[in-house]
């Protein structure tokens, strides 16, 4: 038998979890999924287990998100059963957590993206090392920043919610704790030691025993000019935002935006302009939504995994091709 892909544990007074697909980055599969949902459903009433503590396996991720690459292929087969099924499971594993009503304590070292912060961002605490590496990378792919992360991102700091949903910028883990996305930074060489008083004591306030202060974050130069450009109304009103800055970074950022899908970043501007103002339950129920006529009624979500994960050419082929042509009567049309 192949090992198990998700791993359950009862350790002293935790339930632990061990995301267990090293050689994909720990991305989350369907099996995954489900058995996220049955350990959530047997240890939320279990008065033995005081806390979760939630791994990844391998050393070089926490979990790089969903397997997008078989949302691709049920796509590509017209498989709108399993495209579904994906999602609404995994959207309610996500609220699963959220409500979950003891820590879920998440100890994030190595990549973490898209659905790695889906499973980690609404309980807490969330740990992050030196090494840990987070982002939402979805314009790239031509998806949107979901997970319930239309929720979480409108509320972080100013507008670097905005940045990171559009840009997909990667934070290290002090700049994520800095962002809003972690809570506390640990360096790598105490988790060990971290985890083993975790399960010892079933007590997450063991953690600000091993938290310090995290370095200064890297985007600090940057944040005056982030809450300038990101807070402006559409892409093309903040790419003008950018170009008027005149500076090295600014025009960077614009290289970005412009390699991304402008279909993507335009439903991903207008998620978290309506996750602003919605509960985490009614920001879910608009990204489900949104699935159905982003990956399966759209091309670009189909060439966007093909060009980073499938062919890796970083040539992607975007319908329209330049944000100066997306119809926003055409985007508006994808929401509820």
Same mark, same amino acid.
């Given at each position: &038998?192949?090992?198990?892909?998700?791993?359950?544990?009862?350790?002293?007074?935790?339930?632990?979890?061990? %995301?267990?697909?090293?050689? $994909?980055?720990?991305?989350?599969?369907?099996? &995954?999924? #489900?058995?996220?949902?049955?350990?959530?459903?047997?240890?939320?009433?279990?008065?033995?287990?005081?806390?979760?503590?939630?791994?990844?396996?391998?050393?070089?991720?926490?979990?790089?998100?969903?397997?997008?690459?078989?949302?691709?292929?049920?796509?590509?087969?017209?498989?709108?059963?399993?495209?579904?099924?994906?999602?609404?499971?995994?959207?309610?594993?996500?609220?699963?957590?959220?409500?979950? *009503?003891?820590?879920? !304590?998440?100890?994030?070292?190595? =990549?973490? %993206? /898209?659905?790695?912060?889906?499973?980690? !961002?609404?309980?807490?605490? #969330?740990?992050?090392?030196?090494?840990?590496?987070?982002? %939402?990378? +979805?314009?790239?792919?031509?998806?949107?920043?979901?997970?319930?992360?239309?929720?979480?991102?409108?509320?972080?700091? /100013?507008?670097?919610?905005?940045?990171?949903?559009?840009?997909?910028?990667?934070?290290?883990?002090?700049?994520?704790?800095?962002? /809003?996305? $972690?809570?506390?930074? =640990?360096?790598?060489?105490?988790?060990?030691?971290? #985890?083993?008083?975790?399960?010892?004591?079933?007590?997450?306030?063991?953690?600000?025993?091993?938290?310090?202060? *995290?370095?200064?974050?890297?985007?600090?130069?940057?944040?005056?000019?982030?809450?300038?450009?990101?807070?402006?109304?559409?892409?093309?009103?903040?790419?003008?935002?950018?170009?008027?800055?005149?500076?090295?970074?600014?025009? +960077?950022?614009?290289?970005?935006?412009?390699? %991304?899908?402008?279909?993507?970043?335009?439903?991903?501007?207008?998620?978290?302009?309506?996750?602003?103002?919605?509960?985490? *339950?009614?920001?879910? $129920?608009?990204?489900?939504?949104?699935?159905?006529?982003?990956?399966?009624?759209?091309?670009?979500?189909?060439?966007?995994?093909?060009?980073?994960?499938?062919?890796?050419?970083?040539?992607?082929?975007?319908? *329209?091709?330049?944000?100066?042509? !997306?119809?926003?009567?055409?985007?508006?049309?994808?929401?509820?």
């Amino acid at each position: &038998m192949s090992e198990q892909s998700l791993i359950l544990n009862r350790e002293g007074q935790a339930g632990t979890i061990l %995301m267990n697909r090293p050689k $994909a980055l720990n991305a989350l599969n369907l099996q &995954m999924i #489900r058995d996220f949902a049955a350990a959530i459903a047997q240890w939320k009433d279990d008065g033995a287990v005081k806390l979760v503590v939630l791994e990844g396996a391998g050393g070089r991720a926490f979990c790089a998100g969903g397997d997008v690459r078989q949302v691709r292929q049920d796509a590509i087969d017209g498989n709108a059963a399993g495209v579904a099924a994906f999602f609404t499971e995994e959207y309610a594993v996500n609220q699963g957590i959220a409500d979950f *009503p003891k820590p879920w !304590v998440s100890l994030i070292d190595g =990549v973490c %993206m /898209g659905g790695g912060i889906g499973v980690a !961002v609404h309980n807490g605490p #969330r740990v992050v090392t030196e090494d840990a590496l987070l982002a %939402m990378p +979805e314009t790239a792919i031509a998806l949107f920043p979901d997970v319930g992360t239309s929720y979480v991102l409108p509320r972080l700091p /100013g507008a670097v919610g905005t940045w990171l949903a559009l840009t997909g910028a990667r934070l290290k883990g002090a700049d994520s704790v800095h962002a /809003g996305l $972690a809570t506390h930074f =640990v360096p790598k060489a105490k988790l060990p030691a971290l #985890r083993a008083a975790l399960v010892d004591s079933g007590d997450a306030a063991v953690v600000e025993r091993f938290a310090e202060a *995290p370095p200064a974050a890297s985007f600090a130069p940057h944040l005056d000019a982030i809450n300038r450009c990101f807070a402006q109304s559409t892409v093309l009103a903040i790419v003008a935002a950018l170009e008027a800055e005149g500076t090295d970074w600014a025009r +960077e950022q614009v290289a970005i935006l412009r390699r %991304m899908s402008p279909t993507s970043l335009c439903v991903s501007l207008e998620l978290l302009r309506r996750g602003a103002t919605l509960d985490l *339950p009614g920001a879910l $129920a608009e990204e489900l939504h949104l699935t159905k006529g982003v990956i399966l009624g759209h091309p670009d979500f189909r060439e966007g995994v093909r060009s980073v994960l499938v062919d890796k050419d970083g040539k992607p082929s975007w319908t *329209p091709s330049t944000l100066e042509a !997306v119809d926003p009567a055409a985007i508006q049309a994808l929401f509820r």
